[in-house]
């Protein structure tokens, strides 16, 4: 068997159970009819967040196994396109475009199909990334900072503090002719961030209030920042966090009740 992943079936109102696992590092979500499946880094995390939810949600404990996984949903994932951006699972389906890039699905990271992801992929292409660092906050896949270079930027770096997910990112790399881009393992709150001209930072809501004056001071002058991961019920918080009078800030919706928001920071 290879890899498994810790995770938790939970039963009830799917945005109160986002909210509530979100101080516990979730790393993935499946819908399933009335259950979410929520995944988590380590045994430990997913065992802490179902001491915390059993108390208000039906919870069961499961370990999944990546691969049978990843196998079931590269045959159901079909290609994603988000304005000149195509996002293929499987690379046998890849039909030859400078602007396709390939993830194959994990259980650990994204493959580009979450609405937090389209969000930030839209974002990017707002803004004129030529001859631009983008810095990629909690890169995942990867897939952020590969687009980014695939959209013009003169490089990125994608940064997390999941070592599975830097070696994710960089057999990601592998699979799309992109130069310029490089993954490390750093932790958004302990580790010191460079300066980029964009900065992007798909995490959860609770993160981004706490890492919000370390992703402001990473963005160069007259630069831009773009954030993700923020269920609707977050927004108030998230613009009280990062509210700057020299910043313009814009907001993007997805979703059913537009339950997943996105909000590009760029300079007056």
Not at 22 to 42: H, K, M, Q
Not at 175 to 202: G, I, Q, W
Not at 203 to 213: C, K, P, W, Y
């Amino acid at each position: 068997m290879g890899k498994t992943w810790p995770a938790l079936d939970v039963t009830g109102d799917h945005d109160l159970i986002l909210a509530a696992a979100d101080d516990y590092s979730p790393t993935a979500v499946e819908e399933r009819d009335t259950t979410l499946r929520i995944f988590f880094a380590t045994a430990e995390a997913r065992d802490r967040a179902a001491n915390a939810l059993q108390l208000r949600f039906s919870v069961a404990a499961i370990d999944v196994d990546d691969e049978d996984w990843a196998r079931r949903s590269q045959q159901d994932l079909s290609p994603i396109t988000v304005g000149r951006i195509t996002i293929h699972s499987n690379p046998k389906s890849l039909i030859p475009n400078p602007d396709a890039i390939v993830i194959p699905p994990s259980m650990g990271f994204g493959t580009g199909h979450h609405a937090t992801t389209r969000l930030c992929l839209a974002a990017l292409q707002t803004i004129d990334l030529r001859g631009k660092f983008v810095l990629d906050v909690g890169t995942g896949s990867g897939l952020l900072a590969i687009a980014a270079v695939k959209l013009g930027a003169a490089r990125a770096l994608g940064i997390d503090d999941d070592a599975d997910a830097i070696q994710a990112a960089n057999e990601n790399l592998g699979l799309n002719n992109v130069t310029n881009v490089e993954f490390l393992v750093s932790d958004v709150m302990k580790d010191t961030l460079p300066r980029a001209d964009v900065v992007l930072a798909n995490l959860t809501g609770a993160l981004l209030v706490r890492a919000a004056s370390r992703l402001m001071q990473a963005m160069a002058p007259g630069g831009a920042l773009i954030l993700s991961g923020i269920l609707a019920a977050e927004g108030d918080e998230i613009r009280r966090a990062f509210a700057n009078r020299g910043l313009v800030m814009h907001v993007q919706e997805e979703g059913d009740d537009a339950e997943w928001l996105a909000f590009t920071l760029k300079s007056a």
